[in-house]
């Protein structure tokens, strides 16, 4: 099936830097990926749509600027988290969907814990 | 807007007990309706994925129904085990577009 890796899964910054989350489709090529949120018990957050070749769709209420997405290639799309501040620390997944997967939807990285201190 | 809600929040059973997580949303329109597991602190993992045109879907021990009429889907975990204790989350498409919307999940533990 198809697979996806986030990196890295941990990560404690200081205030005021910048942190790059990598999400890489394995084996297949993903024109759309998508950078998800989730705060403690809550559900996931889509927080932008990653196409590859162009500029990212944000949803309403996440900052562009602050939430800097790269979809270089078709199996690399990077979020970059610009000067955090301790309200940014949540849980960030990314996920894709293989188009030549038929049914198997959609498919999670291992997400990554950004703790800005 | 579409939205996303699973009941019970949190359910604890003894092993072997047999259980359904509820799942319902609120525009009739999809396409099709995904449930996740996801243990704490990692990502999500895809268990099944029902599409508009099927009712239900097995694999292995588990059971997803899909009534789109009534916005129900419900996912049925038999003869559960302490392995199974984890936040089942379902999800479905908002409008006809490839964004997803979640639920909050149900909180599952099973005690040996």
């Known amino acids: 099936g198809a697979v996806v890796s986030q990196h890295p899964s941990r990560v404690i910054c200081k205030s005021g830097t910048s942190v790059k989350i990598e999400c890489r489709s394995l084996?297949?090529?993903?024109?759309?990926m998508f950078w998800y949120r989730q705060f403690p018990k809550q559900s996931l957050m889509l927080m932008a749509t990653s196409n590859e070749g162009s500029k990212a769709t944000y949803e309403q209420g996440v900052e562009k600027d602050k939430f800097l997405i790269n979809h270089a290639s078709l199996t690399l799309s990077t979020l970059t988290v610009t000067s955090a501040h301790p309200e940014d620390s949540s849980f960030y997944i990314c996920?894709?969907?293989?188009?030549?997967?038929?049914?198997?939807?959609?498919?999670f990285g291992s997400g990554t814990r950004l703790t800005v201190v | 807007k579409q939205e996303v809600t699973q009941i019970p929040a949190a359910l604890s059973v003894p092993e072997g007990e047999n259980l359904v997580l509820n799942c319902s949303f609120t525009?009739?329109?999809?396409?099709?309706l995904q449930w996740f597991r996801q243990d704490p602190g990692k990502g999500l993992t895809s268990l099944l994925l029902?599409?508009?045109?099927?009712r239900e879907q097995t694999s292995g021990r588990l059971n997803a129904s899909l009534d789109k009429s009534s916005g129900r889907s419900t996912l049925y975990i038999a003869a559960s085990q302490p392995g199974d204790s984890a936040t089942y989350l379902c999800a479905v498409p908002q409008g006809g577009s490839e964004k997803l919307v979640f639920g909050k999940g149900t909180k599952l533990t099973v005690n040996p």
């Open positions: 525009d009739s329109a999809i396409y099709n």
């Open positions: 084996d297949f090529q993903a024109t759309t």
């Open positions: 029902i599409q508009s045109s099927q």
């Open positions: 996920s894709a969907r293989d188009p030549a997967g038929g049914n198997y939807g959609y498919t």
